[in-house]
């Protein structure tokens, strides 16, 4: 019984723990996606921007605080910087220029060693509290501050979209023209929709690098913008309590994938491959099956023309 | 000298620009070869009712495009006094007019009574820092652009529809949606497309009884349809267009006499 817990405990803490920060991370996804209907495929990039600025910042002496304030702030500003050109121009051009940028910053990430110490990454700095958190209990401590961390993005964004404010949003996503011929300004609706919604992937950069206590940039591939969509679509496109429980399907897949690896003739190279195989079958299933996720309403897809 | 004296005689025999809510000169669009707007003027007085009728594809949607600034062509809008044809649509709608599609654009996956409450203008909510430091006349106005709302939709007797998501009304009922979406603003022109098409007649009636009372109140109307009794009875003044240009413009009675109207419109003897 003792072993039990002591196994299954920190087992469970993990997959909480990395669930927590993916489902900040797809939180900032939903709110463009879900209620603006922007499409960014280059969502990684903020995460590393958060994560390098709140890392790089601390390990030459800013305090962490600042530090992850400086990460969510600039992490949004890029998104606004991004916005501007291609916010005006037809919904495609986002998506396009969102890749490339997520590219572009992990080359940056890669090969300025000057400043981000390229490919061997970037360790020893600060975590919130470590001085004060007994060792045993730090990842306890953790997963309590990084639940809060997601309680009050969720609440805050769940205020958000049932504002006046989250009303245009949304009219955005369904047809852009009626906001504009009611005087709406659905150019800056969209710019601020993509600036808060990358700030909150910066947040959840910070808790990463909390996490890992390790960053490089391998941890920011373009594979984890395609997570984000997965917890987005698994969870229900809009709805904001289906994201947070996407992002819980999704890690207690990848980890019990893991958990039976040993069992499986594959080495752990094709076991991603396997796992990414399982995600898209299980994504097929519910398209056949569920296909406005799992907290999504069936109306609102059945209602698009 | 002289011009102030005759500015105290109530006869003016030509329009007051002042008065003039919407003037266009010289409007021009072109799709390629077609020419669907070609050199069209037309002046609107404040506080009436002006009908814009013409066979289908004379331009009129167009005209509608080009003056709420989806559309942009050449020549000169002047709206209220401001220059407004190189303005992008939002700028346009906020010096003060809206328009309705002629096909309805119903916002499908909101509900009906989101549709509404979405239009009103300058609601402090809709800046993003008031939602939290302003809660209370957040809250305040949500309430009164409920009710507001709630009134509209009861005129337009979709009321019990109000939680509906927009998408699952009727065609016709998507066109009263569209209508009293835009009522939700008190603009001081409102430019419908085709508001009759595909709505019942008690009810045809009793909407333009309503742009009536609000002409009353002061409101301009630029009104397009093909319902030519309909149109005829509520309008102050109408233009015809044909082939992207206006054929002709006068009170309802002397249009519906006009050969050439009757030729390429009305058809028949009238
Ligand atoms: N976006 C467009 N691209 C190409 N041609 C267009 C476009 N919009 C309108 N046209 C053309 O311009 C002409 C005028 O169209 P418009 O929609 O203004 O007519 P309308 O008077 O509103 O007709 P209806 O009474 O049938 O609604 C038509 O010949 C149409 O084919
Ligand atoms: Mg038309």
């Not at chain 1, 209907?37 to 962490?64: E, K, Q, R, W």
């Not at chain 1, 989250?166 to 709406?184: F, H, N, Q, W, Y």
């Not at chain 2, 209220?80 to 709608?93: E, M």
């Not at chain 2, 009103?120 to 909510?125: N, V, Y």
Request: proline content about 4%.
């Amino acid at each position: 019984m003792i072993e039990y817990v002591s196994v299954i405990l920190p087992y469970v803490t993990t997959i909480l723990l990395i669930s927590s920060i993916y489902a900040v991370f797809a939180l900032g996804l939903n709110l463009e996606w879900g209620f603006t209907g922007l499409i960014n495929f280059g969502h990684a990039a903020f995460f590393a921007i958060g994560a390098y600025t709140t890392v790089m910042l601390n390990i030459s002496g800013c305090p962490l605080v600042l530090s992850v304030a400086a990460g969510v702030v600039l992490a949004g500003l890029f998104g606004l910087l991004l916005g501007i050109p291609t916010l005006r121009l037809r919904e495609d051009y986002l998506a396009i220029v969102t890749i490339g940028f997520s590219e572009v910053v992990r080359y940056i990430l890669l090969n300025e060693e000057w400043l981000t110490r390229g490919p061997f990454g970037i360790h020893g700095f600060e975590r919130p509290l470590q001085d004060v958190i007994p060792y045993q209990y730090y990842n306890t401590f953790l997963l309590i501050l990084f639940v809060a961390i997601l309680g009050i993005v969720y609440l805050s964004i769940e205020k958000l979209v049932r504002s006046p404010c989250g009303r245009v949003m949304k009219s955005i996503r369904e047809d852009e023209t009626v906001p504009s011929a009611l005087g709406k300004n659905v150019f800056s609706y969209k710019l601020q929709s993509l600036a808060i919604g990358s700030a909150i992937a910066g947040l959840a950069g910070a808790m990463l690098a909390f996490y890992l206590q390790y960053i490089d940039p391998g941890t920011f591939k373009p594979i984890e913008t395609f997570h984000a969509w997965i917890i987005v679509v698994l969870g229900g496109t809009a709805s904001n309590r289906g994201t947070i429980v996407g992002a819980l399907i999704l890690w207690t897949f990848f980890s019990a994938t893991k958990f039976i690896n040993p069992y499986l003739p594959f080495t752990s190279h094709q076991m991603g491959a396997f796992r990414m195989i399982m995600i898209g079958l299980l994504l097929m299933l519910l398209m056949m099956y569920k296909p406005e996720g799992i907290f999504g309403k069936k109306e609102e897809l059945a209602l698009s023309d | 000298m002289e011009r102030k004296r005759n500015s105290h005689y109530l006869i003016d025999p030509d329009p007051v620009t002042l008065m003039d809510i919407l003037s266009v000169r010289n409007l021009r669009k072109h799709f390629g070869g077609v020419k669907a707007v070609d050199g069209c003027s037309l002046t609107i007085r404040a506080g009436t009712v002006v009908g814009l009728i013409g066979p289908n594809g004379a331009g009129k949607t167009t005209v509608f495009n080009l003056i709420s600034g989806f559309e942009k062509g050449s020549g000169e809008i002047i709206f209220k006094g401001r220059r407004t044809d190189n303005l992008p649509p939002f700028k346009v709608a906020q010096c003060g007019m809206v328009r309705t599609f002629q096909i309805p654009r119903a916002l499908t996956k909101m509900t009906v009574l989101e549709n509404l409450m979405l239009a009103p203008k300058a609601q402090a909510g809709e800046r993003i820092w008031n939602v939290w430091l302003r809660r209370k006349d957040v809250k305040e106005q949500e309430r009164q652009i409920k009710e507001k709302s709630r009134h509209i939709l009861r005129f337009f007797e979709i009321a019990h529809l109000e939680d509906e998501y927009a998408g699952a009304l009727s065609g016709g009922q998507k066109k009263l949606l569209e209508m009293a979406r835009a009522m939700m603003i008190d603009p001081s022109l409102m430019m419908l497309d085709e508001p009759f098409a595909g709505v019942n007649p008690t009810l045809s009636q009793k909407i333009s009884e309503y742009i009536d009372e609000l002409r009353g109140g002061g409101m301009t109307f630029l009104i397009i349809e093909h319902d030519i009794p309909a149109i005829t009875r509520i309008s102050d003044r109408i233009t015809v267009m044909n082939e992207g240009k206006i054929l002709t413009e006068g009170a309802p009675d002397e249009v519906k006499q006009n050969r050439e109207v009757l030729n390429v419109y009305l058809g028949g003897e009238g």
